[in-house]
């Protein structure tokens, strides 16, 4: 059979993605593969551009999103489908084919949770939110090498950033006894490292907060309690308007601050959180959740006075901080899908 041929029998295509090459496997109505083929990334457009509007399910990860968007112009209904989805239904060792027809298998289950396909605005919010996380592990890095240099010598400083910031230029300029010629100009090299990360944190998160305050959806979103700039466009760039998820304790599970289930046998035994999904805005919703707890006086302003209260006497504070950031990814997912802004319930005060 001609690849044509194939190509326009077939109901559903998979896609396994490579850096260079694309794997394809088109299955028939009645799931029998009539598509095997290997091309190379850059004449995906060309080769379904004559191809029937199918179903083509598309393994979610690097560089998808370009391709995912080009085939559904094309008129295609296109799916990005989790890896973790698709390997329970591959057969045999693996391979690349293997891996396609387990991709064409999975889209075609309706149970199958796809990958939204994000615009390029996201992708510029996501790569923003991307560079600055860079910067500030190199900073970190480099403050610690600073810290562990002067530990050696003999110099401890308090810990905080602030502290050594403080610090380092009189311990540069008045621990000679301790501190070589050479290892002062080590630390100099280091702490202009620093302050070059710090311009360059610095003017990525004023851009990122001038593209949060230009956007509808993060303006709504920075209405909610504990979420600023930053995570109201994480959370954008990650899910958009949110539809790919029924309710927000989807969300909050997506996310992994839900228990970890390892249920059986009429059972219910739950664990640590799943740390599953989007690492990133899971940390700084926890980061979030701890600044409110800090203020326990607006806890009533933000309508989790009572809840808090009483959760903060029975709950270790890591516990009830995990809890809070649960509760602030179900408001922000609420606000995002319903379009509106967050409005606090006005506790009733006791007599």
């Not at 045999?92 to 149970?111: C, L, M, T, W």
Request: overall charge positive; charged content about 25%.
């Amino acid at each position: 059979m001609s690849h044509k041929t194939a190509a326009t029998a077939a109901q559903t295509i998979g896609i396994d993605t490579g850096k260079n090459t694309l794997h394809l496997i088109g299955l028939d109505d009645k799931g029998a593969i009539v598509l095997r083929e290997k091309i190379a990334r850059g004449r995906i457009t060309a080769r379904f551009a004559n191809v029937p509007r199918c179903l083509i399910g598309i393994e979610a990860g690097m560089a998808t999103h370009y391709v995912a968007r080009e085939l559904s112009a094309l008129g295609h209904d296109v799916r990005q489908v989790p890896p973790a989805y698709a390997k329970p239904f591959r057969q045999g060792h693996k391979n690349d084919f293997r891996d396609a027809h387990a991709i064409a298998e999975a889209v075609q289950r309706p149970s199958t949770r796809c990958v939204p396909v994000k615009t390029d605005d996201q992708l510029d919010l996501q790569a923003l939110h991307r560079v600055r996380s860079r910067l500030v592990g190199q900073r970190t890095a480099v403050i610690n090498q600073i810290r562990g240099f002067l530990l050696e010598h003999g110099i401890a400083v308090r810990q905080g950033l602030r502290f050594l910031r403080q610090q380092l230029p009189d311990i540069l300029a008045k621990r000679g006894d301790v501190l070589s010629p050479r290892m002062t100009r080590i630390m100099e090299d280091l702490s202009g490292d620093w302050r070059h990360l710090d311009e360059r944190i610095k003017h990525i998160t004023e851009e990122i907060e001038v593209l949060a305050h230009g956007s509808e959806s993060c303006r709504q979103l920075m209405t909610a309690p504990g979420i600023g700039p930053l995570i109201a466009s994480a959370m954008v760039a990650a899910i958009g308007n949110g539809t790919a998820f029924a309710k927000g304790r989807d969300f909050a599970a997506w996310l992994g601050l839900v228990p970890k289930q390892m249920s059986t046998g009429d059972r219910t035994i739950l664990g640590r959180i799943s740390k599953r999904g989007n690492r990133y805005l899971r940390t700084m919703l926890m980061q979030g959740a701890r600044v409110i707890l800090l203020r326990p006086k607006n806890w009533a302003k933000h309508s989790f006075g009572l809840w808090l209260t009483a959760a903060a006497q029975c709950l270790h504070h890591n516990v009830l901080a995990t809890a809070l950031a649960n509760k602030l990814a179900r408001i922000a997912w609420t606000v995002l899908a319903q379009g509106r802004s967050y409005e606090a319930r006005v506790e009733p005060k006791v007599a």
